[in-house]
């Protein structure tokens, strides 16, 4: 069996096409603002990638850089700042963050309605019962791809390998929004290749590479890797071991390539969600 090779690039281009035609048809320009603590290499790169993909579609995005001492409180005050600006859409405060700063604390202080992560309590409860409000870009993200790639999800056995908050809570229930039948399985679950061989549907979510093993996924799946991983030669890899599972799966994200350009077109695509619903 030859796995299609499901081209995260290509659904990220097309979304975010769209995002720049609705747009360009608005009175205004989605306001998007970036916080950054610190000078992570790794989150500047991405932090860059955010602000020009933003402005790409057509959004007013800007960065803000902050030291790296920068305090609980002042990182706060900032938010409240953010959250009193009516032309700001959207707020992202790009993590990690230092060590003095308590992230859940800067999560909960973005106004809901600007929480264009989906990582404020109140926009994490609103999925998990049910009701509309902002989601987590990465699996939000996943379920365009799966849906790209023509997935049966109605019935369907789903397996999510994580239960972090960003990606593998709200992914289950992304999946079990669309009515698949899901398992979320970690660290301390017995027989996990036992337990991802029985999913049509795996997303692999837990941040070791190369874990998920050519004998761990049933002939046919569609398989999503969600891991980053780099390694010590500098090299990108997934949580998934490619080549092992391409040769029998159904599907399959490649990393890169796959899962990360999604993320910052879901970005884009919650922030203008966020201006249209704030704006009426």
């Not at 092992?244 to 077109?265: D, F, L, R, Y």
């Amino acid at each position: 069996m030859t796995a299609q090779i499901i081209d995260g690039k290509a659904v990220a281009a097309t979304l975010r096409q769209h995002i720049a035609a609705r747009t360009a048809a608005l009175g205004f320009r989605p306001g998007l603002r970036v916080v950054r603590v610190g000078e992570d290499p790794a989150s500047g790169v991405y932090v860059r990638n955010k602000d020009r993909a933003a402005k790409e579609v057509g959004f007013d995005s800007a960065t803000i850089a902050l030291p790296a001492s920068t305090t609980e409180d002042a990182l706060l005050a900032e938010v409240a700042r953010l959250n009193a600006d009516p032309a700001v859409d959207g707020i992202l405060v790009q993590l990690p963050l230092p060590p003095q700063i308590r992230a859940d604390r800067v999560i909960a202080a973005v106004a809901p309605e600007k929480d264009v992560d989906g990582f404020h309590p109140l926009n994490a409860g609103r999925l998990a019962s049910g009701q509309p409000g902002l989601v987590p870009c990465t699996p939000k993200g996943v379920m365009h791809l799966l849906r790209a790639a023509g997935a049966a999800l109605p019935g369907a056995r789903a397996v999510v390998l994580g239960r972090s908050n960003i990606v593998g809570r709200p992914m289950a229930q992304l999946l079990l929004a669309a009515d698949c039948t899901v398992t979320v399985v970690h660290s301390r679950t017995r027989d996990l290749p036992a337990e991802c061989r029985r999913a049509e549907i795996l997303v692999a979510a837990v941040g070791r590479a190369e874990m998920v093993r050519g004998d761990w996924v049933a002939e046919g799946a569609t398989v999503i890797d969600v891991g980053i991983n780099r390694l010590a030669d500098g090299r990108l890899m997934g949580d998934v071991a490619y080549a092992e599972v391409a040769a029998h799966c159904g599907a399959i994200t490649p990393v890169p390539g796959g899962v990360g350009p999604m993320t910052i077109a879901c970005l884009l695509e919650n922030t203008l969600d966020a201006a249209l619903a704030r704006r009426g």
